[in-house]
Every structure is written in C-alpha cells, then in structure tokens.
C-alpha cells in the first residue's frame, strides 16, 4: 500500500469491535477524518490511490469476514454537526446517530416521521446509504438534499422519490461517500414524543437484545422475512455461536463468540429453507463485506 499521508491512519486495525456484530478481522488501514475537509482529502487520496476502500459509520449493517479487509475502512465518525440552515430545515453530519437526530432534534420540535426512524441504531450517513426506516416511512423521504463525495468531489444532491426505494438508493454507488444531508421537517398535529415512547416499546416486545445487524433480510413484497422464516421451521436454530432468533426470526444473534462463517451459513440455511418451501427469493438487507472483496 502506498505511503498514507494523514494523521488519523491507523494500519492493520481491528473492526469487530465498530460493528454491532462485533465480528470481523483488520482492514489493512483505517483513515478517522475528523473534518469534512480531511474527508475530502482522504477521499481523494484513496481514489488517486486506486486504494479500495469501506465506508463505516456504526457498523450496524455489516458482517465483516473474519479474515478482515485488504483495502481501507473509512470512518464517518467525525462529521457530527448539526446546524439549523433555516427554519425547520437541519444540516446534519453523517456520522452523527439516528437516534441523537430523533430525540435532539425531531422531538423538540415536534416533527413529523419519528415513527419512520425510533430504534433505528447506526448514523446517519449509515442510514441514508440503505434508506433505513420501517413501515412508516424511511431516513430519504425526510432528507432533501444528500451531501457526496464523488470523483468529480463534493456535490450538493437533491432528492426526489425516484431517487430511493425500500432499503435501496441510487444517489451514492460505488466509490461514493455520503457526509451529511439537509433535512426539511414539518411540525406534527399529534405527540410525536408519545409516537416515539410506542415504537420503543413496540421494538423492546417484539425484538431481541443483543449482537446483531438488526434485520438480516429485506421484506419480500406482500409478505415479512421473519414470518417466511418461522414458518419454514428455523426459529431458534443454532450453528455454533449463531442463532436465529426465538424472539424475532429475521434477526441472527451473535450469542458466543460466532464467527463469519457460522453467522454466513444460517443466512444460506434461511435462504434455501424458504425458497424451497414457498419459492420465495429472500435478499439481505445486511451488508457482507469478504476479505477476497
């Protein structure tokens, strides 16, 4: 690799400790940006560099092989401002938390869509690059621009619905960083501080505490992935320190000390066991990231 240039490098540095699995091996380097300036000029070096490269912020979405990564993981974790750029409308950083969006700025102000993202862990910039959210809405409908790194630099994207689609996006592909975006929310006729206290309450009843990525498949139309999966059987099943839930059965635990390949095996097992019991195609919603790229 080529000589790095910054301060915040750090070589051969261990993942699983940044992702909600807490599996994973070293990448070979990891840059921690502490301004967008710096992530600017980190994201140009990697590109210049032909360096490949992983975008963490929370790490909730991720399973990261064991074996590690052979490019870069570059860390979100320092864009964490929020500015008011008027009124109603929030500059917010990538790498600050959902749920610090939520409840320090959604709820004192009585905005709409806090039902679209209460419980949802991970950063923004996280949750944005799968349009995070649950059946009442998602991160993109309440976004109105998305701040990229391209390789033309940084763009200022508007946003439009045609733009995302159920834990999808087509604005940030390949070699693309998001670093913040510009929310415009609207004030709510109802409580949404109650609307907040009942989807905590729902999530804490219906799903399970522990290592995880949350929701391991995306929702087939017309129908849930834990629903397919309980049915074919597979609740409670275990392979070595993975389990698939008892409590919610799209949600795979890393119970004692799981490794990439067992957490890997139950989401094939769950992939076959349905496709041939009902003929449905499960996608994952997790990210993989393999040492082979």
Known sequence: MNTVPFRFARADYPLARHTRYRIGGPARLALFPPTRADMEAAHHWLLDT?????VLGGGTNLLI???????????????????????????????????DLV?????????????????????????LFMNAGTANGSICGLAERVDLLRADGLVSQPLSPEMYSY??????????????????????DRDETEVYRHYMRRRSETQPEGWCCGSVFKNPPGDHAGRLIEAAGLRGVRHNGAVISDKHA????????ARFDDVLYLIALAKDTVRERFGVELREEVRIIRAAG
């Open 103 to 127: 409840r320090q700025v959604m709820l004192p102000n009585n905005y709409r869509g806090v039902g679209a993202l209460t419980g949802i862990p991970g950063t923004v910039g996280g949750a």
């Open 167 to 188: 834990r999808g996006q087509a604005f940030c592909g390949d070699n693309c960083v998001i670093t913040g975006a510009t929310f415009a929310f609207s004030r709510s």
């Open 65 to 99: 092989d064991d074996r590690g990564y052979p490019g870069c993981a570059l860390f979100t974790t320092g864009l964490r401002g929020v500015t008011e750029a008027a009124r109603d409308h929030f500059a917010v950083g990538a790498g600050v938390a959902l749920a």
């Open 250 to 257: 799209n949600f795979i635990m890393n119970e004692d000390n």
């Open 50 to 54: 032909q360096t490949p490269f992983i």
